[in-house]
């Protein structure tokens, strides 16, 4: 399983907000639910899932805000596909606080 942080950034807006874009990813997310994990970030969307499907989910939520008539989007994509062992969004969390409890008993 891939972790993926990826970042839609719809260009040419009427201004600058971009929160009715993120939440429209945030549906076409939710409608992949059994096939993916995923957590809205304040900066960026993090995704969890086979890297066949992660493909398919970035190609749909790079195309919404060309959907609304906008003509360029960039998006960024960041994919963390470890293979030794299994590593999910919540055992890398469980991972580090597990080191600061260390930490803080030391």
Known sequence: MAIVDVTVIPIGTETPSVSQYVAEIQ??????????????????????????????????IHEVPFKHGLKRVATNIRIDDRRDKESTLQSKRKSVEARLEQKVEE
């Open 27 to 60: 549906q076409v997310l939710a409608s992949y639910e059994g096939k993916i994990t995923f957590e809205l970030t304040p900066m960026s969307t993090l995704i969890e899932g086979e890297l066949p499907v992660l493909f398919e989910v970035i190609q749909e």
